[in-house]
């Protein structure tokens, strides 16, 4: 398996903004509303990709949330998240397999 890019350019901060969207995607809002935050590729990148991934957990939430394994189901499928949030710490810039396909035919990053 080959390992994501590193983003070089990413500063600490950077680093940390992006981590702290996935698990907690009310900050990936908060980013894209500051412009010097807004202005960072990988930042950008990060909190977009985090929105659409929280967009897509909520709607499989309630799906799964209906039926009876919805219920054991919904906290394992969080943890994904804090996967993520590790992943954006190291500065990698990696793909989630439906949502980052479709956050970039959109133009969105």
């Known amino acids: 398996m080959s390992e994501a890019p590193k983003n070089a350019d990413a500063t600490s901060d950077d680093k940390l903004w992006a981590a702290l969207g996935y698990p907690i995607g009310l900050i990936a809002i908060i980013m894209l509303l500051m412009e010097d935050k807004k202005a960072r590729p990988f930042i950008k990148y990060h909190a977009v990709q985090s929105i659409a991934a ?3 957990f909520i709607i499989i939430s309630i799906i799964l949330g209906i ?5 054991v189901c919904v906290p394992f499928l969080w943890l994904v998240f804090f996967y993520w949030a590790y ?3 190291q500065g990698e810039l990696f793909e989630i397999p439906v949502i980052t396909n479709f956050i970039k035919g959109q133009g969105w990053v």
């Open 67 to 71: 039926t009876v394994v919805g219920g």
């Open 54 to 56: 929280n967009i897509a």
């Open 87 to 89: 992943k954006a710490y």
